[in-house]
């Protein structure tokens, strides 16, 4: 498939572009004519080029109330946990660890219950878990 062929496909998607180089087509027949020594340039260019639609966005959820949301959520649900779990004395919640002792057991290389993030088991958990899901 020759370089004109693929540049009529694309640009039918976006108008101006080639899609191979996302550039436009007088200066994608630049980039495409010339493999000299400046490949690692076009490289760094390639690298910019992709990095600030990510960066812009990135810039633009942190600029919304989403993620700080999302953080008061996680925060109300672990606070509210701890409350349940450690404060109050209810009877429906006397079994359950809380959140400092989860987080101790999840972290510790000698775990009491078995399983935390430095055994083997736990790996094999999650890659069954994700085989169920694919399956």
Not at 38 to 67: M, T, Y
Request: charged residues 20%; proline residues 9%.
């Amino acid at each position: 498939m020759s370089r004109a062929s693929v540049s009529v496909f694309v640009s039918s998607e976006r108008p101006g572009y080639d899609g191979v180089s996302g550039l436009c087509p007088e200066r994608a027949e630049r980039f495409h004519a010339d493999p000299g020594p400046s490949s690692a340039f076009r490289d760094a260019g390639n690298a910019r080029r992709i990095c600030r639609p990510v960066v812009a966005g990135l810039k633009r959820l942190l600029r919304s109330r989403a993620p700080y949301l999302n953080l008061l959520g996680l925060g109300g649900f672990v606070l509210l946990w701890h409350v349940l779990t450690e404060m109050l004395d209810l009877p429906l919640f006397s079994k359950l660890p809380g959140p400092a002792a989860t987080f101790a057991e999840w972290f510790s290389p000698d775990p009491l219950y078995g399983i935390s993030l430095y055994t083997p088991e736990y790996y094999q958990h999650i890659g069954i878990s994700i085989r169920r899901v694919f399956l």
